[in-house]
């Protein structure tokens, strides 16, 4: 088992003990800023060396799963999980957007097994983000909310997360790899050590969440397990579709698969703040997290593994 995942494993046990471990806040802020622009860099570096106009059939194509994912979890939670309208929108859009988290963790996966991907990936983190809330949005409250459309738009455009993908994209793009050399001591060469931390923290934060499991029952369990493998199919045909290695369709479907905890939890408390935020957490942190992390992810590269061998794909 890859060390990084055993960190979270770490959190998970100690959470549930009910151990005084803690990051401090500011330990956690600075692990989530350093993960955040090393990620974009490297995806800049690369974006500088790909032709862009080439890269635009594939990044509408994003963007249309982007849209799509939450409408197909939608009917599932309002009508089998009997959820509320608000409810039901906020988890689907959790469900339709991306966690930087459980990207990172996928980037490290392969890295470890020398399988390559196309390293501009990061732009299609910084795309799935939006269109999810947009469509969560509305599926809860209508067309009729252009205030409030127009707060979430800020919220997320210009939230941390984003903010730092797109900055450090541009950084990467603009500097380019001899450029940002001189950086690598602190955000490249680190960054397995800065990821087994952060998923420390996201572990003991997964535990937190499990009470919340208890009081909701088995459908979160069950949507927070399926859902992900579903939608890490329609990643991963799209990716064999858009013709991306195996790697780069491996990692399409685990961001299909994987679940926001940052930029829509906050775009939805502006938007819709009658959701229960505890609901959608529990499913996102609490399940499909720490189920992407343990099995989601081997799973997605063994089911990209089967697709190519099959149709001859490189």
């Known amino acids: 088992m890859d060390p990084v995942v055993l960190f979270f494993l770490l959190g998970v046990i100690a959470g549930v003990l009910r151990s005084e471990l803690r990051l401090p806040v500011q330990v956690y802020e600075l692990l989530s800023i350093l993960l955040l622009l090393a990620i974009g860099m490297k995806g800049g570096i690369e974006l500088a060396r790909q032709p862009f106009l080439e890269l635009v059939p594939q990044m509408v194509a994003v963007i249309a799963m982007g849209f799509i994912l939450p409408l197909l979890s939608?009917?599932?939670?309002?009508?089998?999980?009997?959820l509320p309208r608000a409810d039901a929108a906020s988890i689907a859009a959790h469900y339709g957007s991306v966690s930087v988290g459980t990207f990172a963790v996928v980037v490290a996966y392969l890295g470890s097994r020398e399988i390559d991907f196309e390293a501009y990936m990061p732009l299609f983190?910084?795309?799935?983000?939006?269109?999810?809330?947009?469509?969560g949005i509305v599926l809860a409250k209508g067309l009729a909310s252009g205030a409030k459309l127009r707060d979430s738009a800020h919220e997320v455009l210009l939230g941390k997360s984003i903010v730092l993908l797109v900055g450090g994209l541009l950084i990467g793009w603009i500097a380019g790899e001899e450029g940002l050399a001189k950086?690598?001591?602190?955000?490249?060469?680190?960054?397995?050590?800065?990821?087994?931390?952060?998923?420390?923290?996201?572990?003991?934060?997964?535990?937190?969440?499990i009470g919340t499991l208890r009081r909701y029952?088995?459908?979160?369990?069950?949507f927070g397990v399926l859902t992900p493998v579903l939608s890490a199919l329609v990643g991963?045909?799209?990716?064999?579709?858009?013709?991306?290695?195996?790697?780069?369709?491996?990692?399409?479907?685990?961001?299909?698969a994987s679940a926001s905890y940052i930029?829509?939890?906050?775009?939805?408390?502006?938007?819709?703040?009658?959701?229960?935020?505890?609901?959608?957490?529990?499913?996102?942190?609490?399940?499909?997290?720490?189920?992407?992390?343990l099995f989601g992810i081997p799973l997605y590269h063994w089911f990209a593994g089967q697709l190519y061998a099959l149709t001859g794909a490189a």
Do not use: C, H, K, Y
């Open 183 to 209: 950086l690598a001591p602190l955000f490249f060469d680190p960054f397995q050590g800065l990821l087994a931390l952060f998923l420390l923290e996201m572990g003991l934060v997964t535990a937190s969440q």
């Open 74 to 82: 939608f009917p599932v939670l309002l009508s089998i999980g009997r």
């Open 263 to 293: 930029a829509v939890p906050a775009a939805m408390r502006i938007s819709v703040p009658e959701a229960n935020p505890a609901l959608s957490l529990a499913a996102s942190l609490g399940v499909t997290f720490p189920f992407n992390v």
């Open 125 to 135: 983190v910084v795309l799935l983000e939006i269109p999810a809330i947009l469509v």
């Open 217 to 222: 029952g088995f459908f979160l369990l069950a």
């Open 236 to 256: 991963l045909g799209l990716g064999w579709a858009l013709g991306l290695s195996m790697g780069g369709a491996v990692v399409l479907a685990t961001l299909a």
